[in-house]
């Protein structure tokens, strides 16, 4: 039987993953496929359960499936138990499947590639939002030895509540307060939608920020965000967060086919064109 992975959600006709793992097995020469299903949020519980009968190994997860595959887990892993959501889902031989998510992963490896000399425990970090993102970007932040996160969302009882959860190295910023948002900050990450294509523009100044200060944003369409252009224009290194989508695909390609791919400024160019 072929072996056969998929990206599932609810819309899904956007995802980019089905072309950066058909870039893989091509490369590969794995004979094998990677599919979009839509699968509204009633017809999840079956699907997952007829999956593995017709050759899946395993999937992505998308929205709004993240948080409720965990409740349908046999297996956890300590990562996707942190966050409280999963985008990496295993089966396994004898039955049920093991909930990952590989977001935070992606962020780190991400900032790695893109700024090689950045060193988390170098200073505070700026966190904008607090979404089921925002909740993978801490926790990778967290681990990585960031000695303060300074977490800012519209909502400010969201953000306590994510803050009640992840730990006491978090600090709120009322929502607008730029100077005490990103003053002295070593890093800024924007993890809502404001700036992305077809959304709401980004409405704020990065009063406070220093020059020194590397800032990455997760969207990607565009892929040079206001977020991110505003910062150059203070002379700050800047990530785009392409590169979050395909370092965090990585570990489902590699447990459900065999291979560890690479991120290549081919596969970038390939995605970016899709």
């Not at 609810?10 to 793992?21: N, Y």
């Amino acid at each position: 039987m072929l072996p056969l992975a998929a990206v599932i959600g609810d819309p899904i006709s956007h995802s980019k993953s089905p072309r950066l793992h058909g870039y893989w097995l091509e490369q590969f020469g794995i004979n094998g496929h990677y599919v979009p299903l839509h699968v509204p949020a009633e017809e999840l519980e079956n699907t997952l359960k007829l999956l593995p009968s017709l050759g899946f190994r395993g999937i992505n997860v998308t929205i709004p499936h993240k948080e409720r595959v965990l409740e349908m887990a046999r297996e956890i892993s300590p990562t996707a138990q942190r966050i409280g959501a999963a985008n990496t889902l295993t089966f396994l031989d004898d039955g049920g499947f093991e909930a990952d998510n590989t977001d935070a992963y992606g962020f780190l490896e991400n900032l790695k590639h893109g700024a090689p000399d950045w060193d988390a425990s170098a200073g505070p970090a700026a966190v904008l939002g607090a979404g089921g993102a925002s909740r993978a970007i801490l926790d990778a932040l967290l681990q990585a030895g960031c000695p303060e996160i300074r977490l800012s969302n519209r909502t400010a009882q969201r953000a306590e509540a994510i803050k009640d959860i992840v730990g006491k190295r978090i600090k709120i910023v009322t929502w607008g307060n730029e100077e005490a948002l990103y003053k002295d900050v070593a890093l800024a990450v924007n993890t809502t939608s404001l700036g992305m294509k077809g959304q709401d523009n980004f409405p704020f100044s990065l009063r406070g920020l220093d020059e020194k200060a590397l800032v990455t944003d997760l969207i990607y369409t565009p892929l040079q965000t206001p977020f991110l252009e505003r910062a150059s224009q203070l002379g700050c290194r800047t990530v785009d967060g392409l590169g979050m989508l395909l370092h965090q695909a990585v570990p489902g390609f590699h447990r459900w086919f065999g291979m560890r791919p690479e991120v290549t400024p081919e596969l970038r160019a390939l995605v970016l064109g899709s």
